[in-house]
């Protein structure tokens, strides 16, 4: 054979050898679907731990502890605590959890906020017993100076073992980080908190907050709106309270706030805007939520709360009326002369507020007893129609001076009640703390409200 027939054989069979591999190399070449198939794999489940039942309450430790029992909730980070007088003088503790910061649910409304708070509450509420523990050998207060950094431990129902709820609430995603690293249980704390995060928990989920309100006002509490009302004037606001009174058009709504051991609340004009299940959304004793918008009423100096509506079609509207319960009671407040006109300091995150107390307390129910009639001065003439209402002038055992305004009122006989009925006398009142002429009052609207003790 000659060199050019062997040559071009030896060419020929290397052709046929690559023509025969062409297919496989194609085969393993980028295939976009059997690449994904082959390459895909489970994602690593993470490993969940229990860390608040890993975590053990030492009584050994150099630590201070007391048990305590709730005096009230405010909200998911702090709760008052009835104390031993060696501990707190006066015997409340106000107690802010250390480690952790869950969403607001006291001043403007926060997503997730009434959710921790709830958590905190329905965890103290059907606990056995309570245990607070201090962080290191002493109680140390926050940077406000009124409340005391603690751990909170709880033992549920029928268990043996506490708690820890400062852990709990970290590990169930319904609190951020505050200074959760330095403190004695900063290690747990952080593996707890890491977890929430990894598992998409509450806050941490990305998810609309259920509870929580998404319109277009300003979610918030009674508390904030009638301690800094000028900031919300012109600005639509929600709320929730219990409907108090209803006169003249308008409603009184009150909520009590545990922080300050005080009732807030405010004025809301309906006028003729509502009919039928909106009107009854507002009965006095329901506990509503209230949408409108915030106005000064230059007639009566004060703020109140007006351009209520409610859509019967569309009941889930978040710029609705809404009932949340009923079978409510005004509080009536139980209030000295002496208290009624002090100031008062208000502590917050951002500074402290100090107002009269009268002016925080605007239309919210009050009783008052022991006052002496000391002045008594119809206002209107027969045939108007502020004819049988009254200016009185009282003072407290101290000599604490205190007005009154009652509206026409008729005594058990129908008989209209005069200024000479009441001059003199000595009287327990229910009322709703009011503004008139530069003065602040409290208004009776009815006789069975004046209890004569003379």
Partial sequence: MSKISEKFMRISALLLLICLLLPFVFACGDNPAENTTESTTAPI??????????????????????????????????????????????????????????????????????????????????????????????????????????????????????????????????????????????????????????????????????????????????????????????????????????????????????????????SVYYGFSLSGEGLDIISVGNRSRIVGTVQYYEAGGVYQVSGLSYNMMRPDDPGNLKKISEGHTPSYKETTAATFASEVTLEGEEGSVTAKYAELALATTISMKGLTVNKAESIGKEGTSSYGEMTLICTADDGTEVRLRTEAMNDSEGKLVTSDDLLGKNIDIRGIVDYYAGNYQIKVFSYKHILFNN
């Fill in 45 to 266: 489940p993470i490993e969940i731990k229990d860390y608040v039942s890993m975590l053990k309450l030492d009584m050994t430790s150099d630590t201070l502890k007391q048990e305590v029992t709730v005096r009230s909730f405010v909200d998911g980070d702090t709760t008052h605590f009835y104390v031993s007088e060696s501990v707190v003088s006066g015997g409340i503790l106000k107690a802010r959890y250390l480690a952790i910061n869950t969403p607001e649910s006291t001043g403007k409304i926060e997503e997730y906020g009434k959710a921790a708070s709830n958590f905190t509450r329905s965890k103290l509420e059907n606990a056995d017993a309570i245990m607070i523990e201090s962080d290191d050998g002493k109680w140390n207060v926050d940077s406000t100076g009124g409340r005391y950094l603690v751990w909170v431990w709880y033992k549920p129902k029928g268990e043996s073992e506490y708690r820890n709820l400062n852990l709990e609430i970290l590990q169930n995603g319904l609190a951020i980080a505050s200074s959760t690293a330095n403190n004695r249980y900063g290690t747990t704390c952080m593996a707890a908190l890491g977890q929430a995060k990894a598992q998409k928990l509450n806050v941490y989920s990305g998810e609309r907050d259920p509870d929580f309100y998404y319109g277009d006002a300003v979610e918030l509490t009674l508390k904030e709106l009638r301690s800094n009302p000028e900031a919300y004037n012109g600005k639509k606001v929600a709320f929730e309270g219990v409907i108090s009174s209803d006169n003249s058009n308008s409603i009184t709504v009150e909520e009590y706030d545990a922080d300050t051991d005080m009732y807030y609340g405010i």
